[in-house]
């Protein structure tokens, strides 16, 4: 029996770990918390750019390798156990399909490859994240678009919220009006990581978390320091009981 990493569930549907989909989003008269004052300019140095584009290279390798895995044993199965062989090729299908929706994520997400997206291109990038998770996109308008550099910020946050569900859940995605969205993973164990509140208000310390970070803890200073760079403000929206994984409000340029 072959198995596949590579199985997405995006719209309407359950996971045993995900908390209730159809619940309203956040009061949008929630206190909101950010911290100000940051600097326009990021104090990065080459060496700064030079580690960045190490931990890239190393996730990127990590994202590829399993499915990539999966791959080549579903097609040695196939190859070496003729009864085995159609089951093994399904799962083959099955994880090409799965790469390459995330290498379309990853390029659009990482390498500035983001165009303009209407929610239809947003849906279809989404296929792209773990299987545990599903995006929830029904609270955004029907007609929205999201412009390049904006896009790209919203792929990051996505692929932040998908890591904050450990135990799989729903990512809520929503309106938070003009020129704002509302992000929130749902889910047990939900929790964006720590020093995430600090990355978005400057900078400074999201770059000093690259430089001591391990690939998998990436995303964090990464998705604060693209939205610093787009001119993006991003604040939690917390109530009186303050959460691991508070709403997320971006406000876009």
Do not use: Y
């Amino acid at each position: 029996m072959v198995s596949s990493d590579q199985d997405v569930k995006i719209g309407r549907g359950t996971s045993e770990d995900a908390e209730p989909r159809n619940g309203p989003l956040p009061d949008e008269t929630a206190q909101e918390v950010t911290a100000p004052g940051a600097p326009e300019r990021s104090p990065a140095s080459p060496r700064d750019g030079l580690r960045l584009a190490e931990l890239l290279a190393a996730r990127l390798c990590h994202e590829v390798s399993g499915p990539a895995g999966t791959l080549a044993g579903a097609v040695e199965i196939a190859r070496t156990e003729p009864g085995s062989a159609a089951e093994a090729l399904g799962i083959a299908a099955e994880a090409a399909a799965g790469l390459a929706a995330r290498l379309r994520l990853l390029r659009a997400a990482w390498a500035g490859a983001a165009e303009t997206l209407d929610i239809a291109a947003l849906r279809a990038l989404c296929a792209g994240l773990p299987r545990h998770v599903w995006v929830d996109l029904d609270g955004l308008p029907a007609n929205q678009h999201f412009p390049a550099t904006s896009a790209q910020v919203l792929l990051n946050v996505l692929l932040l919220a998908a890591e904050s569900l450990p135990k799989g859940g729903v990512v809520v995605v929503g309106e938070a009006g003009p020129d704002a969205t509302l992000v929130v993973p749902r889910g047990q164990n939900a929790a964006w990581p720590p020093g995430f509140a600090a990355w978005m208000a400057d900078p400074a310390p999201a770059w000093r978390a690259i430089d001591s970070a391990a690939p998998r803890r990436l995303q964090g200073p990464l998705t604060a320091l693209l939205a610093h760079g787009a001119g993006t403000r991003m604040s939690f929206a917390l109530a009186a009981d303050a959460e691991a994984a508070p709403p997320l409000v971006l406000r876009f340029a």
